[in-house]
């Protein structure tokens, strides 16, 4: 065991199909396995940290996630390589999904940070970060 790393992410999503979708692909790229599924969520493992995804219940979809609110801003994951960020930036082009920052792409997080910002189905902001 390794001592104050994270041992599990759990993000409530307020359509766990959709949600699926989106972070199946990503966290299959990264190497992530299918870790556990029931009828309202399901998770992702790799080594000894996994991320959950459980459906909201409905009484709590009126306000929806926004991540300038108190909580979570976003979720970061480190890239092998520079190639691998441009990678993924085409992949999610070609999947339409909502690159951030494409007027400072890849050196939004300044002048020495290659990496690319996107947004999940409920707007969580997602960092890919090269070394």
């Known amino acids: 065991m390794r001592k104050g790393l994270l041992h599990h992410i759990e993000i409530y999503v307020s359509n766990l199909n959709r949600s ?3 972070w199946s692909w990503f966290l299959g790229e990264l190497g992530y396995d299918l870790f556990q599924e ?13 991320i959950v995804f459980v459906q909201t219940e409905e009484r709590f979809l009126d ?10 801003n976003h979720l970061a994951f480190h890239a ?7 990678h993924l930036t085409l992949k999610l082009k070609d999947k339409g999904i909502n690159v951030l920052y494409t007027n400072q792409h ?18 969580i902001k997602v960092e890919f970060v090269a070394p």
Do not use: N
Request: charged content about 35%.
């Open 20 to 22: 699926i979708d989106f």
């Open 38 to 50: 029931w009828e309202s969520g399901q998770s992702w493992k790799m080594e000894d940290t996994y």
């Open 63 to 72: 306000i929806p996630y926004h991540r300038c609110r108190v909580g979570l």
């Open 80 to 86: 092998d390589s520079r190639e691998h960020v441009d």
């Open 106 to 123: 890849p050196f939004a997080g300044g002048d020495d940070y290659y990496a690319v910002y996107f947004e999940d189905p409920d707007r």
